[in-house]
């Protein structure tokens, strides 16, 4: 069982990225999909959410309008389209998988089952 989470990079400001998260070993059909952030210094938070009994999607305030969350089962995969990236976004993105989900979108990371690697994504002015 294992998440790999990938597409980060080096943007400059206003940018776009692609984050996928991929499962091998089980399927991510009917799981909570979470990605988190952690920049230096802080703690890691939630950034977005995408439900495992409905696909409604869930976004902490200071991405709505720029980042979107969309899974695609075929290909075992759930995408984070990043954007108007901000210098403020910079950090390392996580991905987790939850199941079943609580119903809160912004729950602590301690509440999901997997966890994807990290992929750092840098943002310049």
């Known amino acids: 069982v294992q998440l790999q989470a990938s597409g980060g990079g080096l943007v400059q400001s206003g940018g776009s990225l692609r984050l996928s998260c991929t499962a091998s070993?089980?399927?991510?059909?009917?799981?909570?999909i979470g990605w988190f952030r952690q920049a230096p210094g802080k703690e890691r938070e939630a950034v977005s959410c995408i439900s495992g009994e409905d696909d409604s999607t869930h976004y902490r305030d200071a991405v709505k309008g720029r980042f979107t969350i969309s899974r695609d089962s075929a290909r075992n995969t759930v995408y984070l389209q990043m954007n108007n990236l901000k210098p403020e976004d910079t950090a390392v993105y996580y991905c987790a998988a939850q199941r079943p989900w609580t119903g809160n979108p912004f729950d602590e990371p301690v509440d999901y089952d997997y966890w994807g690697q990290g992929t750092q994504v840098t943002v310049s002015s």
């Open positions: 070993g089980f399927s991510l059909e009917s799981y909570a």
